[in-house]
């Protein structure tokens, strides 16, 4: 079991390249790199990432919002084969840096109609996905997300029927914007966490650094210990969360600390 810290914590305060080499140079042992756009999917980023990264581990790695992977559910063709090719060049990208495993969005949900997911064809298609990231030595990982496919309990267990091999990221910070007890998620989830996104909430619902809010971080943690968790317990917060670098490392400080008392590493 791993803790570590997201680029996107410092998304709008440094590019990916500059995150990534100052959580490095700040002792941050493990990262989840967020590629925040089309030209940080490709591999030239992804050589600026090999050279800045210094000693740093990559436990995954994750892509903005619905640039394209939504459409590589899509019914159009020319769209999904688009999307593939860019999920193939993004994974190429991942191996670049070493990478683990792919955090992934998946199908999007903005349409306030009645949605039916047909998880035969969903499970066909995410098993494609699947190769692609194996083609490439990265472990897909699906996410919850409000916004995305996986946003109600239900969804992973009818998708795992169909694609055994599928593994998990648990947001904490998705699951209360789903309106869902996150215990919940981790529940259904189970040992296929791979991943924790970690964030937490004040007593007004504002969203906070780890530690500052009233998340019971430790229950959360006993459960994911119990589900057999040995992945990375990575901090993902917004830009607004803090206001100077050190209240972001303090923060990892307590998990790290809770994290080493929980897992007992």
């Not at 699906?142 to 029927?161: D, M, P, Q, R």
């Not at 990892?252 to 080493?260: E, I, P, S, W």
Request: hydrophobic share 40%.
């Amino acid at each position: 079991m791993q803790t570590g810290i997201s680029t996107a914590s410092l998304f709008g305060r440094m590019p990916t390249e500059e995150a990534l080499e100052f959580l490095d140079k700040n002792n941050i042992p493990v990262a989840e790199v967020f590629l925040e756009s089309f030209c940080e999917y490709a591999n030239d980023f992804g050589k600026i990432l090999q050279q800045r990264k210094g000693d740093i581990k990559v436990h995954s790695v994750h892509t903005l919002t619905t640039q394209f992977e939504p459409q590589l559910y899509s019914i159009n063709e020319r769209a999904q084969n688009d999307a593939f090719k860019l999920l193939d060049m993004t994974m190429s990208t991942a191996k670049m840096i070493d990478a683990t495993y792919y955090t992934f969005h998946g199908g999007a949900r903005f349409k306030k109609t009645p949605f039916v997911i047909n998880f035969e064809r969903v499970g066909e298609i995410t098993r494609k996905i699947m190769d692609v990231c194996s083609h490439h030595g990265v472990t897909l990982a699906y996410e919850n997300v409000h916004w995305a496919y996986y946003n109600y309990i239900g969804f992973f267990t009818e998708l795992k029927k169909r694609v055994p091999d599928l593994k998990a990221t648990f947001d904490v910070k998705q699951a209360r914007q789903s309106g869902i007890d996150y215990r919940e998620f981790i529940d259904e989830m189970g040992e296929s966490i791979v991943t924790a996104h970690l964030s937490d909430v004040d007593a007004s619902g504002k969203m906070c650094l780890p530690g500052r809010g009233v998340t019971d971080f430790n229950d959360m943690f006993i459960r994911l210990r119990d589900k057999g968790f040995d992945g990375a317990l990575i901090m993902e917060v917004y830009q607004n969360d803090f206001q100077s670098y050190r209240e972001l490392f303090d923060s990892f400080g307590y998990v790290n600390d809770l994290a080493k008392k929980v897992f007992k590493r």
